[in-house]
């Protein structure tokens, strides 16, 4: 597509409920990453796909969170038992280039609130 | 350990005023530096700064980074109301990994 799409653009859930937000990237981006933000604050990295290279799992923040993304198409990320914690946005990037200097494509993001 | 600083946390100014954005780092290895504006959601890309002493310039924005002293700095000159925004500093480092400063908040007052 044009640009990195994400859905839903705004969740609103229930304490424990499970979520699962989705992240379509710019065809032909090898790589993909999920960033959360909360309110006030910078971007927290949670997971970085590339290829069908094994993802680097470094910044989910608890086993609550999970990830996956088949071949180089889309991706989605799955909140267990949520928390109030969680509410944030989710941000989904993708990127061409892959251990090259290439920058970041931002999809609008998923707007996460637990009550 | 790996990390972005930026400065100020919130800048609140005047149109027509200049306005410079600090963004320092400590990174294992070193690519690149970028620079973002998130207005509402999607934070859209400014700058990608690979060499030191080189200015990158669009309309009445510029930066320029520092190899040897670890920084960018993000100049706006003639601020107007559509420049409030937040302004985001990451660096790619080796290997896949961008790291992200909190973001300097900046207020265009009329």
């Known amino acids: 597509g044009a640009g990195v799409s994400q859905s839903p653009s705004n969740k609103v859930t229930e304490k424990g409920k499970d979520v699962e937000l989705r992240c379509d990237p710019i065809?032909?981006?090898?790589?993909l990453y999920w960033y959360r933000q909360r309110l006030g604050q910078g971007l927290e990295f949670l997971i970085y796909f590339q290829g069908n290279s094994a993802p680097d799992k470094s910044g989910l923040p608890s086993d609550r969170f999970s990830a996956e993304r088949t071949g180089e198409s889309v991706s989605t990320l799955t909140i267990q038992r949520t928390q109030q914690e969680d509410s944030a946005v989710y941000l989904c990037?993708?990127?061409?280039?892959?251990?090259?200097?290439?920058?970041?494509?931002f999809g609008e993001g998923s707007r996460l609130t637990v009550l | 350990e790996d990390k972005v600083v930026q400065s100020p946390l919130s800048l609140v100014v005047h149109e027509g005023d200049t306005v410079t954005l600090n963004c320092s780092y400590e990174v294992t290895n070193f690519r690149s530096l970028l620079w973002y504006k998130q207005e509402k959601k999607a934070p859209t890309f400014l700058f990608m700064l690979?060499?030191?002493?080189i200015e990158k310039k669009s309309g009445r924005l510029s930066s320029i980074l520092d190899k040897k002293e670890l920084f960018s700095i993000l100049n706006i000159t003639a601020t107007q109301t559509g420049d409030s925004a937040i302004y985001l500093c990451a660096v790619a480092p080796g290997g896949n990994q961008f790291y992200f400063g909190t973001g300097t908040s900046l207020t265009v007052i009329p």
């Open positions: 990037a993708s990127s061409r280039f892959v251990g090259r200097a290439g920058e970041l494509f």
């Open positions: 690979t060499s030191s002493g």
């Open positions: 065809s032909g981006h090898t790589a």
